[in-house]
């Protein structure tokens, strides 16, 4: 008994620490898309009040994990209230629905097996062969052979969408640098005064929203591998190039990615995959071309799951898809660039 609230004071401790400084607002999307970039699926979002799910459920948190239909699917969770989200509140007639789809129950290489079948022994809260299944959080519980959601009730148990029991692991890249006039000078915003930053935003084909690139980490592959293959694939279409190109651009990219870089944020994100046994995680990461010379050798192209992608001016007037704008929120303030014409909003630095 010890050592289960030890596992859930660890949890709950970490979580809070690593998503203490982040709020954001929620928002909706659309359908997921099949196969890996099933993982891309329109929903990420965070809450500062999260592991308020503790001891009850703060009215503006874990909402994503909560909505229905399940994304993909006609599935009604059981309804969790507010105030019985986290699992230290007790609940004993708490019931609820139970699903896989059966894109994951095909047995992709992407997706684990059910937790029934006998040659299935998954190592959880360490890593399980090529499989990482520690959370950026933190430990979690197991309960019933299952993990459980560090951040409360869901009303679905199973995997839904997601490939892997417990954390299932992305990563966004956030490519920036500075707006400059013909001269390549900085442009200044003319109410802020502070320069404005640019970075590459994709649109989605799967729910029509400008975004951050990103996707999901393969077996065996360091999150900064991930975070160059995605932007590869869908900002600058590597997938449909020659060889020749291919090499080419992978030189461009390699100069790129080499560059100095900020981890803007990473752990738990409230998305609406999430099940009580499975869920999103996520590491966001900025890539600067200070200078512009590395982005101006590439040639922005969609591909794989976008369907258009161009430099877009960082401001609050963004309309970016789930959690993203808070990402770039972030980066603004990192950056000391424009963000907000309020001086009252304007970043103020973290």
């Known amino acids: 008994m ?8 660890l949890a709950t401790v970490s979580l809070s620490v690593a998503l203490a400084s982040v709020a954001v607002r929620p928002s909706g999307c659309g359908s997921a898309p099949a196969c890996r970039n099933t993982f891309s699926f329109c929903g990420f979002h965070l809450n500062s009040n999260i592991m308020s799910n503790s001891n009850g459920a703060k009215e503006n948190s874990h909402n994503k994990a909560r909505t229905s239909p399940y994304p993909g699917s006609k599935v009604q969770r059981s309804q969790v209230p507010n105030e019985k989200v986290g699992w230290f509140v007790e609940w004993q007639d708490y019931n609820p629905v139970e699903y896989t789809a059966v894109s994951v129950l095909a047995g992709p290489r992407w997706a684990d097996p ?3 079948e006998s040659n299935f022994s998954p190592k959880f809260n360490e890593k399980d062969g090529h499989v990482q299944r520690k959370s950026q959080n933190g430990l979690y519980e197991i309960e019933n052979g299952r993990p459980r959601n560090p951040a409360g009730r869901t009303g679905l148990v199973g995997r839904g969408l997601l490939g892997r029991w417990g954390p299932n692991h992305a990563a966004d890249p956030i490519i920036t640098r500075w ?14 005064g502070k320069n404005i930053l640019q970075f590459v935003a994709i649109k989605r084909k ?37 060889g020749a190109e291919k090499r080419e651009l992978e030189e461009q990219l390699h100069k790129l990615f080499s560059q100095e870089h900020l981890v803007i ?9 999430n099940t009580d046994n499975a869920w999103m995680e996520t590491e966001a990461v900025n890539y600067h071309d200070e200078t512009g010379e590395i982005m101006d050798n590439l040639t922005l192209e969609a591909g794989d799951d976008a369907g258009k992608v161009k430099w877009v001016d960082i401001s609050d007037q963004l309309q970016l898809y789930a959690s993203h704008s808070q990402f ?5 303030e990192k950056r000391d660039a424009h963000w907000s ?9 973290l």
Request: hydrophobic share 25%; with cysteine; charged share 35%.
């Open 328 to 332: 770039i929120k972030l980066v603004a």
């Open 206 to 242: 799967d729910c029509g929203e400008w975004a951050i690139p990103g996707g999901m980490v393969d077996p065996g592959e360091k999150i900064s591998a991930t975070l160059k293959r995605e932007f590869g694939e869908e900002a600058l279409n590597s997938l449909q190039k020659s």
């Open 114 to 116: 059910q937790i029934s």
């Open 179 to 192: 707006k400059r006039d013909r001269s390549g000078n900085k442009i200044p915003h003319p109410i802020s």
């Open 265 to 273: 944020y990473k752990g738990y994100v409230d998305d609406p995959r």
């Open 2 to 9: 010890a050592e289960r609230f030890l596992g859930k004071t």
């Open 341 to 349: 014409e309020d001086s009252e909003t304007e970043c103020s630095g």
